[in-house]
C-alpha cells in the first residue's frame, strides 16, 4: 500500500561539516492516508526536525521522502501538497487577518475576490467570524492560532503539519483546540504529522502515535498499545509517567516485584527486569498486603487525589480516584497492582 | 498544482535563443544597442549571434545556442537527477565555450602568443561582448543553476540556485577579477617578473610603519595614519548616529522626528568635500574663525585646521548619517515588549535601557563600526580637501598612480594593506558577535509600547544631538553663502553669477538651449545615478537575503567576496576597473555602463550590510509560513520579505543613489569628456580656484537630490506593523 508520507532511512546533519553530529539518525516510517500521526518525544529529539523534511524546508542528508508513493525527496515546499502550522503561528504582521488567510490562494493565481470569499469562509470553519480586518498584533493568542489554523487549511492540502501547535494557549483553550483540529482532520480526511512533547495531547488526537528519543525511533504504535505495551523503560518513563522498579523474570514467565507477583502481557525472557507502573494502577488497601507503605505527601486536584508513599521500593507516587475515603499522613497500607497500567520492559 | 516544474526552464530557454537571435551579439561602440535593432542580420558590427556565426565566420559562437540545445533536451525528463545532467552539461558547455573563445580570441585575433604558435594567426578577430552575448551567458549561468537545484543543491530550489549563481557571476567578474589583476601587482618587480620578495620589501617600507608622531617626530607611519583615523571616524560616527537614532525614534516629538531626519540626512546627500569646503571656509587661513582671531587678537592665521583634526571632523559629518541610517532601522525594529518586561522585573528605565535596550542594538552597532571604519579608510574626499601633509593610505594609493611616481607596485602593496585591515575589522565584528540573532519582529503581533528614554540619557542626548546638529547646519550654511557671494575671504558682495555661468537656461530658436556649463554634467550624473541605485538596492538586498536565509555549500566564500567589495577603496577599484575592462571579451572603458557598474559595486555592501541587519530581526518562521503556502521563494520575497524590509529598501535605495551622485575616488578614472560627472566637474573647478561655481553647483546639486530622495521615501513608504501607537498609552493620573 501507499502511505501518505514515508520516510526511508532518514539521516538529518546541520551544516555541511561531515563530523557535525546527527539531529536525525536514521528514521523509517509511514504515515497512513487520512489518519493523525503525533510524532512524541522531548525536546532536542529531532522531533521537529522530522516534520520540517516532511514540509520540505529542509532536506535530509540521506535517505528518500515519498508522498503517495511519489518521491519527493529533492522537492521544495511548494512543489509539495503539504501545508504547515507553525509553533510561532508565524502570522504576517503587515497584513490583516483576511489577508494572511487568503496568501496562499493569491500565491497560486486565484483573483482577489473569490480568494477572499474563500478565506472569510475558512475562518469561519474554524470559528473566527468578523475579525476579518483586524491586525495580527490585536488579536488574542487563541484568534491568531485560528488564523494561522485557516491560513494552513485553505490550500486544502493533503498533508497537515502542525509544529506544537498548542504550546501557547492555556489550558481550556488547547482542549477546545485539539479537538476542533481533531474534528477537522477527520471532517476533511487530512493526513496530519503533527508534533508534541505533550503526550496527554499526543494520547487524546492521535490515530499512530511515534516516540523519538535522540534522533531514533524508540517505539510506534496506536495510543493503546503505546500506553499499555511500552516497548522499553523510554518509552514507558515519558508516556504516562509510569515508575521504574527493578524486578526479576522467572522461567515460567511470571516477573516478581517485591513481594509482588506480575503476568506480564508481553513474553520476558528470564533475568533481571524493569518494572513500569502508571500512578492509578497501584490499589490502596487499607488492611495491608502486598507492599507495605506509609502515606507521606497528599495533594488534592478536584477529581481525585494524589498520594506518595513511603515504601521499600523507594517512593511510590500513587493518583486515587476516592475522594470519600481519604487518607491521612502518616497512614500505614499495604499497595497491590491493578490488572492494568503495569507493563514489563528488559532492564538496561 | 498549477506550477509547471518545467515553466522557469522553458522560459529561461527561450531568453537564451531569443539573446541569440534579436539583440546585437557584440558592444556597439559610440551607441546604445537599443539603436541598432533594426540592423540585428546585417553588418559585421552590428549583427545579431546567427548571422555573426555563420555569415562572418565566427563558428565558435555557436557554442552558445548548442549549450541551450542540450539542456533542452533535459526538458523530457521529470525534474529530477537526470533531467540535471542534461542542464548542467549544456550549460557549462556552453558557458565555458563562449566565456573561453571571449578569453582567448580578442580584438586582434588570438589573445595569447602560445595560442598563435600552435594555431598560426587567425584572420577573424572579434569585439567585447554586447546586449545578445549577455542574455545569452545569463541565461546559460541560470540554466546551470537548474540543474545544481535539480540535483538537490540549495534544497532544490531554482530561484535561490540561480540568484546564488549568477550573484557569484556579478561578483566574480567585476571585484575578483579586477582587483586581483590589480592586486597582483605587487608581486610584480621592477623588470616585470613576479618574485615574492617584491611585496616584502614593498611593506617593510619606514614610510607606511615608522611611528615618529608618537615620539615627537613629524608624521608616524601612511599606515598608522590611517588606522588611527579609521578607529576614531568609526567610534565617533557610531556613537552619535546611535544618538540621533534614539533620539529621533524615542524622544523627538513627532514635529521635531520630521527635521531631525532631514538634517541628518543632509551629509549624505552632499558630495564629501562640500563639508570640508564648508570647513574652510570657517577654520582654514582665510576662513571667519582665523580672520576673526586675527582681527581680535592679532594671531597670523595658519593652516592649523588641516591634517588629522580637518579629516577626522569631516569625515564624522560625513559618515554619522550612514550610522544614523542603520541604528534608526534597528531602533525601529526592536520589540518593545522586550523592554516593558524589563520594566515588569523591576528594573527601572535606565537599567532597562543599559540592559535591555543598549544589548539589542549591539549588532547594529557592530555593523554601524565595521561601515565607519571601512568608510574612512576608502575615504578619499576629504583626506584630499583638508588632509594637508598628513597622509593616509587612499590618497598615497592615488598619487602611487597618477602622481610623478607611477609605481603600480607600491599602490598595489598599499591597497593590500587597506584589505587586510579591513578584513581584520570584519572579523573581529564576526568574532565578538558570532551568530547572535535577536529576533524583533516575530510572528506573533507585538503589542508593547516603546519605553520613554531615561530622563539623564534624554539630557544627553540633547545636549550632544542639537549642537551637533546646529554645527551641521552651520557649516552647510556657510557652503550655502559661498556660492552667492564674488570672493570669500576678499569680497562678499552678492551675485548670481556663478549659478547663471553653470545653470544658464536661454530660449533658443529651437526651445531651450541649456546654455549653463555644469549641464552636460548634470544631467549624465542623474542619468546614470538613476540608474545604478535601484539596481544596487536590488542586488544588495538579494546578497543579504542569500546570506542570512539560505544555507548552501560555498556561502563562506559567497559572504567574503560579497563584502570584500567593502574593503576595496574606490581609487584602486577605478584603477582595476581601467585595467581589466578595456580589453575583450569584457570591453567597457569610456562607456557610460563602466560607471554604472563601477558604483553598484562600490556601493553594493552598503545595501548588504543593511539587508542584513534587517533580515536579523525579521522571525524565519515568516519565510517559512509564506513558502508552506507554496509561494515560489521570488513571491515570498515580493509579498513578504520586502513590505517588511521597506525601511532596509529606502535606507539601500537612498545611500546608493546619494553615493553614486557624490561619489569622486572611483570614478575620476573612469569619466571622459562625454560622460563628465558632477563631482569631477565641481572637483575640476576646486582645482582652478573657481570656489563660486563650485559651491553653486553644490547647492543646486543638494536641492535635486533632496527631492529625489523625498520622492523615494514618498514611493516607497512606511512599514505597516500594527503595533499600537504611542499616543494610545494610557494616561496616569494622579488621585486627587
Same mark, same amino acid.
Given at each position: 500500500?501507499?502511505?501518505?508520507?514515508?520516510?526511508?532511512?532518514?539521516?538529518?546533519?546541520?551544516?555541511?561539516?561531515?563530523?557535525?553530529?546527527?539531529?536525525?539518525?536514521?528514521?523509517?516510517?509511514?504515515?497512513?492516508?487520512?489518519?493523525?500521526?503525533?510524532?512524541?518525544?522531548?525536546?532536542?529529539?529531532?522531533?521537529?526536525?522530522?516534520?520540517?523534511?516532511? %514540509?520540505?524546508?529542509?532536506?535530509?542528508?540521506?535517505?528518500?521522502?515519498?508522498?503517495?508513493?511519489?518521491?519527493?525527496?529533492?522537492?521544495?515546499?511548494?512543489? /509539495?501538497?503539504?501545508?504547515?502550522?507553525?509553533?510561532?503561528?508565524?502570522?504576517?504582521?503587515?497584513?490583516?487577518?483576511?489577508?494572511?488567510?487568503?496568501?496562499?490562494?493569491?500565491?497560486?493565481?486565484?483573483?482577489?475576490?473569490?480568494?477572499?470569499?474563500?478565506?472569510?469562509?475558512?475562518?469561519?470553519?474554524?470559528?473566527?467570524?468578523?475579525?476579518?480586518?483586524?491586525?495580527?498584533?490585536?488579536?488574542?493568542?487563541?484568534?491568531?492560532?485560528?488564523?494561522?489554523?485557516?491560513?494552513?487549511?485553505?490550500?486544502?492540502?493533503?498533508?497537515?503539519?502542525?509544529?506544537?501547535?498548542?504550546?501557547?494557549?492555556?489550558?481550556?483553550?488547547?482542549?477546545?483546540? /485539539?479537538?476542533?483540529?481533531?474534528?477537522?482532520?477527520?471532517?476533511?480526511?487530512?493526513?496530519?504529522?503533527?508534533?508534541?512533547?505533550?503526550?496527554?495531547?499526543?494520547?487524546?488526537?492521535?490515530?499512530?502515535?511515534?516516540?523519538?528519543?535522540?534522533?531514533?525511533?524508540?517505539?510506534?504504535?496506536?495510543?493503546?498499545?503505546?500506553?499499555?505495551?511500552?516497548? %522499553?523503560?523510554?518509552?514507558?518513563?515519558?508516556?504516562?509517567?509510569?515508575?521504574?522498579?527493578?524486578?526479576?523474570?522467572?522461567?515460567?514467565? %511470571?516477573?516478581?516485584?517485591?513481594?509482588?507477583?506480575?503476568?506480564?502481557?508481553?513474553?520476558?525472557?528470564?533475568?533481571?527486569?524493569?518494572?513500569?507502573?502508571?500512578?492509578?494502577?497501584?490499589?490502596?488497601?487499607?488492611?495491608?498486603?502486598?507492599?507495605?507503605?506509609?502515606?507521606?505527601?497528599?495533594?488534592?486536584?478536584?477529581?481525585?487525589?494524589?498520594?506518595?508513599?513511603?515504601?521499600?521500593?523507594?517512593?511510590?507516587?500513587?493518583?486515587?480516584?476516592?475522594?470519600?475515603?481519604?487518607?491521612?499522613?502518616?497512614?500505614?497500607?499495604?499497595?497491590?497492582?491493578?490488572?492494568?497500567?503495569?507493563?514489563?520492559?528488559?532492564?538496561? | 498544482?498549477?506550477?509547471?516544474?518545467?515553466?522557469?526552464? &522553458?522560459?529561461?530557454?527561450?531568453?537564451?535563443?531569443?539573446?541569440?537571435?534579436?539583440?546585437?551579439?557584440?558592444?556597439?561602440?559610440?551607441?546604445?544597442?537599443?539603436?541598432?535593432?533594426?540592423?540585428?542580420?546585417?553588418?559585421?558590427?552590428?549583427?545579431?549571434?546567427?548571422?555573426?556565426?555563420?555569415?562572418?565566420?565566427?563558428?565558435?559562437?555557436?557554442?552558445?545556442?548548442?549549450?541551450?540545445?542540450?539542456?533542452?533536451?533535459?526538458?523530457?525528463?521529470?525534474?529530477?537527477?537526470?533531467?540535471?545532467?542534461?542542464?548542467?552539461?549544456?550549460?557549462?558547455?556552453?558557458?565555458?565555450?563562449?566565456?573561453?573563445?571571449?578569453?582567448?580570441?580578442?580584438?586582434?585575433?588570438?589573445?595569447?602568443?602560445?595560442?598563435?604558435?600552435?594555431?598560426?594567426?587567425?584572420?577573424?578577430?572579434?569585439?567585447?561582448?554586447?546586449?545578445?552575448?549577455?542574455?545569452?551567458?545569463?541565461?546559460?549561468?541560470?540554466?546551470?543553476?537548474?540543474?545544481?537545484?535539480?540535483?538537490?543543491?540549495?534544497?532544490? $530550489?531554482?530561484?535561490?540556485?540561480?540568484?546564488?549563481?549568477?550573484?557569484?557571476?556579478?561578483?566574480?567578474?567585476?571585484?575578483?577579477?579586477?582587483?586581483?589583476?590589480?592586486?597582483?601587482?605587487?608581486?610584480?618587480?621592477?623588470?616585470?617578473?613576479?618574485?615574492?620578495?617584491?611585496?616584502?620589501?614593498?611593506?617593510? $617600507?619606514?614610510?607606511?610603519?615608522?611611528?615618529?608622531?608618537?615620539?615627537?617626530?613629524?608624521?608616524?607611519?601612511?599606515?598608522?595614519?590611517?588606522?588611527?583615523?579609521?578607529?576614531?571616524?568609526?567610534?565617533?560616527?557610531?556613537?552619535?548616529?546611535?544618538?540621533?537614532?534614539?533620539?529621533?525614534?524615542?524622544?523627538?516629538?513627532?514635529?521635531?522626528?520630521?527635521?531631525?531626519?532631514?538634517?541628518?540626512?543632509?551629509?549624505?546627500?552632499?558630495?564629501?568635500?562640500?563639508?570640508?569646503?564648508?570647513?574652510?571656509?570657517?577654520?582654514?587661513?582665510?576662513?571667519?574663525?582665523?580672520?576673526?582671531?586675527?582681527?581680535?587678537?592679532?594671531?597670523?592665521?595658519?593652516?592649523?585646521?588641516?591634517?588629522?583634526?580637518?579629516?577626522?571632523?569631516?569625515?564624522?559629518?560625513?559618515?554619522?548619517?550612514?550610522?544614523?541610517?542603520?541604528?534608526?532601522?534597528?531602533?525601529?525594529?526592536?520589540?518593545?515588549?522586550?523592554?516593558?518586561?524589563?520594566?515588569?522585573?523591576?528594573?527601572?528605565?535606565?537599567?532597562?535601557?543599559?540592559?535591555?535596550?543598549?544589548?539589542?542594538?549591539?549588532?547594529?552597532?557592530?555593523?554601524?563600526?565595521?561601515?565607519?571604519?571601512?568608510?574612512?579608510?576608502?575615504?578619499?574626499?576629504?583626506?584630499?580637501?583638508?588632509?594637508?601633509?598628513?597622509?593616509?593610505?587612499?590618497?598615497?594609493?592615488?598619487?602611487?598612480?597618477?602622481?610623478?611616481?607611477?609605481?603600480?607596485?607600491?599602490?598595489?602593496?598599499?591597497?593590500?594593506?587597506?584589505?587586510?585591515?579591513?578584513?581584520?575589522?570584519?572579523?573581529?565584528?564576526?568574532?565578538?558577535?558570532?551568530?547572535?540573532?535577536?529576533?524583533?519582529?516575530?510572528?506573533?503581533?507585538?503589542?508593547?509600547?516603546?519605553?520613554?528614554?531615561?530622563?539623564?540619557?534624554?539630557?544627553?542626548?540633547?545636549?550632544?544631538?542639537?549642537?551637533?546638529?546646529?554645527?551641521?547646519?552651520?557649516?552647510?550654511?556657510?557652503?550655502?553663502?559661498?556660492?552667492?557671494?564674488?570672493?570669500?575671504?576678499?569680497?562678499?558682495?552678492?551675485?548670481?553669477?556663478?549659478?547663471?555661468?553653470?545653470?544658464?537656461?536661454?530660449?533658443?530658436?529651437?526651445?531651450?538651449?541649456?546654455?549653463?556649463?555644469?549641464?552636460?554634467?548634470?544631467?549624465?550624473?542623474?542619468?546614470?545615478?538613476?540608474?545604478?541605485?535601484?539596481?544596487?538596492?536590488?542586488?544588495?538586498?538579494?546578497?543579504?537575503?542569500?546570506?542570512?536565509?539560505? $544555507?548552501?555549500?560555498?556561502?563562506?566564500?559567497?559572504?567574503?567576496?560579497?563584502?570584500?567589495?567593502?574593503?576595496?577603496?574606490?581609487?584602486?577599484?577605478?584603477?582595476?576597473?581601467?585595467?581589466?575592462?578595456?580589453?575583450?571579451?569584457?570591453?567597457?572603458?569610456?562607456?557610460?555602463?563602466?560607471? &554604472?557598474?563601477?558604483?553598484?559595486?562600490?556601493?553594493?555592501?552598503?545595501?548588504?550590510?543593511?539587508?542584513?541587519?534587517?533580515?536579523?530581526?525579521?522571525?524565519?518562521?515568516?519565510?517559512?509560513?509564506?513558502?508552506?503556502?507554496?509561494?515560489?521563494?521570488?513571491?515570498?520575497?515580493?509579498?513578504?520579505?520586502?513590505?517588511?524590509?521597506?525601511?532596509?529598501?529606502?535606507?539601500?535605495?537612498?545611500?546608493?543613489?546619494?553615493?553614486?551622485?557624490?561619489?569622486?575616488?572611483?570614478?575620476?578614472?573612469?569619466?571622459?569628456?562625454?560622460?563628465?560627472?558632477?563631482?569631477?566637474?565641481?572637483?575640476?573647478?576646486?582645482?582652478?580656484? $573657481?570656489?563660486?561655481?563650485?559651491?553653486?553647483?553644490?547647492? &543646486?546639486?543638494?536641492?535635486?537630490?533632496?527631492?529625489?530622495?523625498?520622492?523615494?521615501?514618498?514611493?516607497?513608504?512606511?512599514?505597516?506593523?500594527?503595533?499600537?501607537?504611542?499616543?494610545?498609552?494610557?494616561?496616569?493620573?494622579?488621585?486627587?
Amino acid at each position: 500500500m501507499t502511505f501518505g508520507v514515508e520516510f526511508k532511512n532518514i539521516t538529518k546533519r546541520y551544516g555541511t561539516d561531515p563530523a557535525a553530529p546527527f539531529a536525525v539518525k536514521g528514521v523509517s516510517f509511514g504515515i497512513e492516508k487520512g489518519t493523525l500521526v503525533t510524532i512524541l518525544g522531548p525536546s532536542g529529539c529531532g522531533k521537529t526536525t522530522v516534520l520540517r523534511m516532511i %514540509s520540505g524546508l529542509e532536506s535530509p542528508t540521506s535517505g528518500q521522502i515519498f508522498m503517495d508513493g511519489r518521491d519527493v525527496t529533492t522537492l521544495g515546499p511548494a512543489e /509539495r501538497n503539504v501545508s504547515m502550522m507553525f509553533q510561532s503561528y508565524a502570522l504576517f504582521p503587515h497584513m490583516n487577518v483576511v489577508e494572511n488567510v487568503m496568501y496562499g490562494l493569491r500565491m497560486s493565481g486565484v483573483p482577489k475576490e473569490p480568494a477572499r470569499a474563500r478565506a472569510v469562509e475558512t475562518l469561519r470553519n474554524v470559528g473566527l467570524v468578523g475579525y476579518d480586518e483586524r491586525m495580527p498584533s490585536e488579536l488574542s493568542g487563541g484568534q491568531q492560532q485560528r488564523v494561522a489554523l485557516a491560513r494552513a487549511l485553505i490550500l486544502e492540502p493533503q498533508i497537515l503539519l502542525f509544529d506544537e501547535p498548542l504550546s501557547n494557549l492555556d489550558a481550556r483553550l488547547r482542549r477546545d483546540m /485539539r479537538e476542533e483540529i481533531r474534528a477537522i482532520q477527520q471532517r476533511l480526511k487530512l493526513t496530519v504529522a503533527y508534533v508534541t512533547h505533550d503526550q496527554s495531547e499526543a494520547l487524546a488526537v492521535s490515530d499512530v502515535i511515534i516516540v523519538m528519543n535522540d534522533g531514533l525511533i524508540a517505539q510506534s504504535g496506536t495510543p493503546q498499545e503505546m500506553y499499555e505495551y511500552p516497548g %522499553s523503560e523510554f518509552v514507558a518513563g515519558f508516556m504516562g509517567e509510569a515508575m521504574l522498579f527493578p524486578g526479576e523474570s522467572g522461567a515460567d514467565g %511470571s516477573v516478581k516485584l517485591g513481594p509482588l507477583t506480575i503476568v506480564p502481557k508481553q513474553k520476558v525472557e528470564a533475568g533481571a527486569v524493569k518494572v513500569a507502573v502508571r500512578p492509578e494502577a497501584w490499589q490502596i488497601n487499607r488492611d495491608g498486603g502486598g507492599v507495605a507503605g506509609t502515606l507521606r505527601k497528599r495533594s488534592y486536584l478536584g477529581s481525585f487525589f494524589e498520594y506518595t508513599f513511603d515504601t521499600p521500593l523507594g517512593n511510590i507516587f500513587v493518583v486515587s480516584p476516592d475522594l470519600t475515603n481519604v487518607l491521612d499522613i502518616g497512614t500505614d497500607v499495604g499497595l497491590s497492582l491493578a490488572n492494568h497500567g503495569v507493563s514489563v520492559v528488559k532492564a538496561g | 498544482m498549477n506550477k509547471h516544474p518545467n515553466k522557469a526552464l &522553458v522560459l529561461w530557454l527561450g531568453v537564451g535563443f531569443a539573446g541569440f537571435l534579436l539583440f546585437p551579439w557584440y558592444a556597439i561602440q559610440d551607441t546604445a544597442w537599443y539603436y541598432v535593432l533594426p540592423e540585428i542580420l546585417a553588418g559585421s558590427e552590428t549583427a545579431n549571434g546567427l548571422v555573426q556565426a555563420l555569415a562572418n565566420g565566427r563558428y565558435w559562437l555557436l557554442l552558445g545556442p548548442l549549450g541551450l540545445a542540450i539542456a533542452g533536451v533535459g526538458l523530457i525528463y521529470p525534474a529530477g537527477r537526470l533531467q540535471a545532467r542534461w542542464l548542467l552539461g549544456g550549460g557549462l558547455a556552453g558557458l565555458l565555450g563562449l566565456g573561453g573563445s571571449g578569453f582567448m580570441i580578442g580584438a586582434r585575433g588570438w589573445s595569447f602568443e602560445w595560442l598563435n604558435s600552435a594555431f598560426g594567426e587567425l584572420a577573424i578577430n572579434q569585439f567585447g561582448m554586447g546586449m545578445g552575448a549577455f542574455v545569452v551567458l545569463l541565461a546559460l549561468i541560470v540554466i546551470s543553476a537548474f540543474g545544481l537545484a535539480r540535483r538537490g543543491y540549495f534544497k532544490g $530550489d531554482l530561484f535561490v540556485a540561480s540568484a546564488v549563481i549568477c550573484c557569484s557571476a556579478l561578483l566574480a567578474l567585476f571585484i575578483a577579477y579586477p582587483v586581483a589583476k590589480a592586486l597582483s601587482g605587487a608581486f610584480l618587480t621592477e623588470e616585470g617578473g613576479w618574485a615574492l620578495s617584491a611585496i616584502v620589501d614593498r611593506i617593510a $617600507d619606514s614610510r607606511i610603519w615608522n611611528l615618529n608622531c608618537l615620539g615627537g617626530g613629524v608624521q608616524c607611519g601612511v599606515a598608522w595614519n590611517t588606522l588611527f583615523l579609521a578607529l576614531a571616524t568609526a567610534f565617533g560616527t557610531t556613537v552619535l548616529g546611535t544618538m540621533m537614532a534614539l533620539l529621533a525614534e524615542r524622544c523627538a516629538g513627532p514635529r521635531v522626528q520630521g527635521p531631525l531626519r532631514v538634517i541628518a540626512l543632509l551629509p549624505i546627500i552632499t558630495p564629501p568635500f562640500v563639508v570640508g569646503l564648508g570647513l574652510i571656509l570657517l577654520f582654514g587661513r582665510a576662513g571667519i574663525v582665523n580672520q576673526f582671531l586675527e582681527y581680535a587678537f592679532d594671531i597670523t592665521p595658519t593652516r592649523w585646521f588641516y591634517g588629522i583634526l580637518g579629516i577626522l571632523v569631516a569625515q564624522l559629518f560625513a559618515f554619522t548619517p550612514i550610522a544614523f541610517m542603520i541604528m534608526r532601522g534597528v531602533v525601529q525594529g526592536l520589540a518593545p515588549s522586550l523592554e516593558e518586561a524589563a520594566q515588569i522585573l523591576h528594573a527601572d528605565r535606565r537599567k532597562t535601557f543599559f540592559t535591555v535596550t543598549l544589548p539589542l542594538l549591539k549588532p547594529g552597532l557592530a555593523n554601524a563600526f565595521l561601515v565607519g571604519f571601512i568608510e574612512s579608510i576608502a575615504d578619499f574626499g576629504n583626506p584630499i580637501v583638508v588632509g594637508g601633509q598628513f597622509s593616509v593610505l587612499s590618497t598615497d594609493i592615488f598619487f602611487a598612480i597618477v602622481g610623478a611616481q607611477f609605481d603600480q607596485g607600491r599602490a598595489a602593496t598599499l591597497a593590500w594593506l587597506l584589505t587586510i585591515f579591513a578584513l581584520g575589522v570584519f572579523a573581529l565584528q564576526r568574532g565578538l558577535l558570532g551568530r547572535q540573532n535577536y529576533t524583533t519582529v516575530s510572528g506573533k503581533g507585538d503589542s508593547g509600547i516603546p519605553m520613554p528614554l531615561p530622563d539623564g540619557l534624554r539630557y544627553t542626548l540633547n545636549a550632544v544631538v542639537y549642537p551637533w546638529l546646529t554645527f551641521t547646519l552651520v557649516v552647510y550654511l556657510f557652503a550655502f553663502v559661498g556660492g552667492f557671494v564674488q570672493t570669500w575671504g576678499r569680497d562678499y558682495t552678492f551675485t548670481l553669477r556663478h549659478f547663471i555661468t553653470a545653470f544658464g537656461i536661454e530660449w533658443g530658436q529651437f526651445g531651450i538651449v541649456w546654455a549653463g556649463t555644469a549641464w552636460n554634467s548634470m544631467f549624465t550624473t542623474l542619468k546614470l545615478s538613476g540608474i545604478s541605485a535601484p539596481l544596487t538596492a536590488a542586488v544588495g538586498l538579494l546578497i543579504a537575503y542569500l546570506l542570512s536565509r539560505t $544555507d548552501f555549500r560555498g556561502r563562506n566564500g559567497f559572504e567574503f567576496v560579497a563584502l570584500l567589495a567593502f574593503a576595496i577603496p574606490g581609487t584602486v577599484l577605478g584603477v582595476s576597473y581601467i585595467l581589466a575592462f578595456n580589453v575583450p571579451p569584457v570591453e567597457l572603458t569610456g562607456t557610460g555602463l563602466i560607471i &554604472v557598474i563601477c558604483f553598484m559595486f562600490r556601493n553594493l555592501p552598503v545595501g548588504v550590510q543593511a539587508g542584513t541587519a534587517a533580515f536579523k530581526q525579521l522571525d524565519k518562521a515568516l519565510d517559512e509560513a509564506s513558502l508552506m503556502l507554496r509561494a515560489t521563494t521570488a513571491q515570498t520575497l515580493f509579498t513578504i520579505i520586502l513590505p517588511l524590509l521597506k525601511p532596509a529598501l529606502v535606507a539601500a535605495l537612498v545611500y546608493s543613489f546619494a553615493r553614486a551622485m557624490t561619489t569622486v575616488s572611483a570614478v575620476i578614472f573612469l569619466v571622459t569628456a562625454e560622460n563628465e560627472l558632477a563631482t569631477t566637474y565641481i572637483i575640476g573647478r576646486v582645482g582652478n580656484g $573657481d570656489y563660486g561655481v563650485a559651491l553653486a553647483y553644490c547647492t &543646486v546639486l543638494i536641492l535635486v537630490m533632496s527631492l529625489i530622495i523625498a520622492a523615494i521615501q514618498w514611493l516607497v513608504g512606511e512599514r505597516k506593523l500594527g503595533r499600537r501607537k504611542g499616543a494610545a498609552a494610557p494616561v496616569m493620573t494622579a488621585p486627587v
